[in-house]
Structure formats: C-alpha cells, structure tokens
C-alpha cells in the first residue's frame, strides 16, 4: 500500500507531500468468499433437503472448478420453489467466483433481504462492492456485519478502508484501530492509519507508527521516504537529511530518496555531498540525476559559487547523445561565461549548436559572448538567429536593441524594442522606449 507521494521540489524549495493510499490492503476478496461456503449452524439460514443434497456435492468443486459448479447450481434455482436465502449464498458465491458481479450482487442482496440476520451474506456483499471500487455501497454492508457481531479483523480493516476512501476519516481510524486489535502485525491496517494520522497532521502518531514499519520492514523505501516526509513537514530539515543518509548509506535508497537527500544537502549548502548524491542518481534515472546536477550548477553559478559549480559539472558529463547532454553543455558555456573565458564558453556553445542548431538559449549565449569579446557582427548575427525562435525572441529583441543603440541607430533600437513589449509588457522596458523615442528625430 503507498502511503505517500514523493516531495515535489522546484528550485531546491520544499512543500509537505499530500498522502495517498495508491492500492488496495491485500486482503484477497475470494479467499474471504469461497472460505464463507460453510454454513455457520444456529446462526444463518438453513437450505432444503434437496439444496443441501446439492450443495454437498459442489461445495468442493466451487475452489477447483467454479463453472461446472454454477451450470449445477442454476438448474437447482430454476424450479418452481424459490431458493433459501442460504441457496442463494452459495449461488452468489459461485457466481463471483466466475466474475458474474451483477448476478452474485443481486443473490446476495435477495439473501439479506429475506434473511437480514444473515451475516456473511453481508460481508461477501461488502465484498463486492470493494473489489469493484463501490466503497461507499460496501460501508453500510461491513457496518451490519459488524452490529451482527463479526470481530473478524479484516472485515473493520476493509470497513476503515472504505470509509477512508468516503473521506470518512473519524469512523475510519476506530476501524483501523479495531482491525489492528486483532490483527496487530497487518502491515495494510497500519498504513492506513498512518495515512490518517499525516492527513489530520497529528505527526508525533505518525512518526510512531512509520518508525515501526521501518523496523518491521527496513528494506521497504516507502517507509524511509514517508518518515522525512514527516519530519519535513515538522521543519525538521536536518533530521530528515541523516535519514535519508542512512537509507542511502545502507544501499537501499532509491531514485525518490536520492533526489530529495541532494536537494536537501543542497538546500543547506552541503556543496560535496548534493553532487556526489545527484551523481548516484544517475545510475538509477540517468534523465533525473543530469537534470538535477544541471540546474543545482546553475544555482551555483547565478550565487557566483563557481568553484562549487565546476566540482558539481565534474559530476556529469553525460554522452553527447543522451537527452541531458544539451542542458549539460549549457551550464558548462554559462559557467566558462561566468568565469570570463569567452572562446572556451563559444567552444561549448558550438559543440551544442551541432546537436540542437535552433537552441535559443545557446544562440544567445553565443551572441553574448561575441559582445563580450567586441565582435558585433557575429553577435548581431546569433542574436538575429536567436531572434527567429519563438522562445528566445523576447530577450534577442532586447540584446538587438542593445546593440543598435550603441551604434545609434535610435529608429531600429525603437523597432526592436517595440518587439520585446508585444511579447512581455515591462514598465522598465516601457521607459527604456520613451527614452529612445526621444532621440529617434535627430537621428541622421
């Protein structure tokens, strides 16, 4: 059963996960059914002599051959005098066994019907209703077995389960804690109360709880991960990063545990130990961990940590023909910009120009570092091919004014930047145009 999605991180930011059961507790609906097959005497309707006579000779064949034992059933059902409620039981039993819901649902509920007492009938009802995702038709079914006086744990966990899928969180929680009172080593009953306890905030119980599971199950991620959800959500930043480092340092993290522990040692500063944490990750999700270790570089870059930058790069150098090889290029031009190496910054944008020839953000790159080194006529040429690609045609329009207004060529500087304002309004661009236009008469 998943309790939690991953953390979602954007920009090395945090945000408390949502929880979620993503499947059903495993409890197997036809154990339940075809263990129902033996009456319970005193207690639940009695069939015909004829019935019984029946019902002896395919009670046994319903587990090993369901159909046979249906055609046998239905012939019975067919005279003249109705079925018994406990008949109908055992045909209701049959037909789920084949998967004819619609017909299993209707015996049963005749069943109950006639006989309301009839416990079991109630719980296979319950049942089915369960197995087919009608949870809230399943409640009142596990309710009545429950008033009837069944104690059997599977029956209050399937009862919390659904309740809980009804948003029904109170009544939920006393069915888990009443399954687990029976059963208390059910993994499935625990993870549905733990999710109840993250939903409702009441983490000191949750905490508990996965810190059980952990030591119940240490190998299960799922546990490691929900645990420094929790602690997350507490503002427990450090206590969540040894967690997570021990899961990794135990081997057993995988790609979620990895990524959020790198953006976690990032989040803190932890230079080292965030690149050596994307750079595992990109033996278990080669497209995640290039991508992480990229724009934690940039990070770096845009904090002026270029020494950091470059150790994180180092990390990653990708083949020229995976999908993250681009992005890589990218920041390795933008740190050798950064550093003011402006041929070794062309070099890169060169080699990814030949991957990706209409690469906006590289063609501004390029052109920027062209100005960088006073040759305007190949700056003006990038920034013009830059110009042509939708995503980059804002900051090319710009770069363009830029470079027309220090040749004062005040009319083209107006056109371009009249450009920038119908993609994107921008006050500062509003008054850089006003200012421009002021000019433009005595040009020439």
């Given at each position: 059963m998943q309790i939690l999605r991953p953390l979602l991180l954007s920009a090395l930011a945090f945000a408390v996960p949502a929880a979620a059961l993503a499947v059903h507790p495993a409890v197997d609906p036809k154990r339940i059914v075809n263990e129902s097959n033996s009456f319970l005497k005193e207690r639940e309707p009695e069939m015909t002599e004829e019935e019984y006579a029946l019902y002896e000779k395919v009670v046994t064949m319903l587990a090993t051959n369901p159909e046979f034992a249906v055609k046998l059933l239905e012939m019975m059902s067919n005279d003249k005098e109705p079925p018994s409620p406990a008949f109908l039981f055992i045909l209701g039993n049959a037909y789920y066994a084949v998967g004819q819901n619609d017909k299993a649902e209707a015996d049963y509920k005749v069943a109950v019907h006639r006989f309301?007492?009839?416990?079991?009938?109630?719980?296979?009802?319950?049942?089915?209703?369960?197995?087919?995702?009608?949870?809230?038709?399943?409640?009142?079914?596990?309710?009545?077995?429950?008033?009837?006086?069944?104690?059997?744990?599977?029956?209050?966990?399937?009862?919390?389960?659904?309740?809980?899928?009804?948003?029904?969180?109170?009544?939920?929680?006393?069915?888990?804690?009443?399954?687990?009172?029976?059963?208390?080593?059910?993994?499935d009953w625990k993870e549905g109360l733990l999710e109840i306890c993250i939903e409702g905030r009441q983490f000191t119980r949750a905490e508990s709880l996965v810190k059980n599971l952990i030591k119940e199950r240490p190998t299960d991620t799922r546990y490691w991960l929900t645990d420094a959800n929790?602690?997350?959500?507490?503002?427990?930043?450090?206590?969540?990063?040894?967690l997570l480092a021990t899961a990794?340092?135990?081997?057993?993290?995988?790609?979620?545990?990895l990524n959020l522990l790198g953006d976690l040692y990032a989040e803190q500063g932890l230079v080292p130990e965030a690149g050596e944490i994307y750079h595992r990750l990109l033996a278990t999700s080669p497209e995640l961990g290039g991508q992480k270790l990229v724009r934690y570089a940039h990070v770096l870059i845009s904090a002026g940590?270029?020494?950091?930058?470059?150790?994180?790069?180092?990390?990653?150098?990708?083949?020229p023909t995976a999908p993250q090889a681009i992005d890589f290029r990218q920041a390795r031009a933008d740190l050798l910009a950064a550093e003011g190496k402006w041929p070794e910054a062309r070099r890169q944008i060169d080699d990814l120009l030949k991957i990706d020839p209409l690469n906006g953000r590289a063609l501004l790159s390029l052109g920027r570092a062209y100005a960088a080194e006073d040759d305007v006529a190949r700056a003006t040429l990038a920034f013009e091919s830059a110009l042509q690609v939708k995503a980059s045609t804002y900051e090319a329009s710009l770069e363009l004014a830029n470079i027309e207004?220090?040749?004062?060529?005040?009319?083209?500087?107006?056109?371009?930047?009249?450009?920038?304002?119908?993609?994107?309004?921008?006050?500062?661009?509003?008054?850089?145009?006003?200012?421009?236009?002021?000019?433009?008469?005595?040009?020439?």
């Open positions: 309301p007492s009839f416990l079991r009938a109630w719980v296979n009802l319950g049942i089915l209703y369960y197995s087919t995702g009608r949870f809230g038709e399943a409640v009142p079914c596990f309710s009545k077995a429950v008033v009837l006086g069944d104690r059997d744990s599977s029956t209050f966990g399937l009862l919390g389960f659904c309740l809980q899928k009804e948003g029904d969180l109170v009544s939920a929680e006393m069915a888990y804690m009443q399954a687990l009172g029976g059963d208390p080593a059910n993994v929790i602690l997350l959500s507490e503002g427990r930043k450090v206590d969540a990063t040894v990794a340092g135990l081997n057993i993290a995988h790609s979620e545990e940590r270029l020494e950091d930058a470059e150790a994180v790069l180092g990390k990653a150098d990708p083949d207004l220090r040749a004062r060529h005040y009319a083209k500087t107006v056109e371009y930047l009249e450009k920038a304002l119908s993609i994107e309004k921008s006050d500062a661009v509003e008054d850089y145009l006003a200012r421009v236009r002021t000019l433009v008469p005595k040009e020439g």
